[in-house]
C-alpha cells in the first residue's frame, strides 16, 4: 500500500481567473480535474472550497448559472 492511494487529488483554481465564471463553468473544470472538491484561492490562500455536496445544494437551489462573484 502506498499513501498516494489515500491521498485526494487538489485542485485549485485563482478567484481573480474565475471570479466571472459561472458555477457550472466550475464544475466543468472540478470534472476535468478529477476531483471532488475545489479550491477558490487568493493569493494561494483558500477562500472558497466547494465539494461535491455544495455542488448538489447548488442544484437544488438552481443556481448553476450563477457568476461564481455573485456567490
Known sequence: MTLKSYLEKVCMKEYHEIKDKTISDLIAYMYKCETPSIYIVDQKKPIYIFTSTDILEIF?????????SDL
Open 60 to 68: 437544488l437551489k438552481e443556481l448553476i448559472h450563477e457568476k461564481i
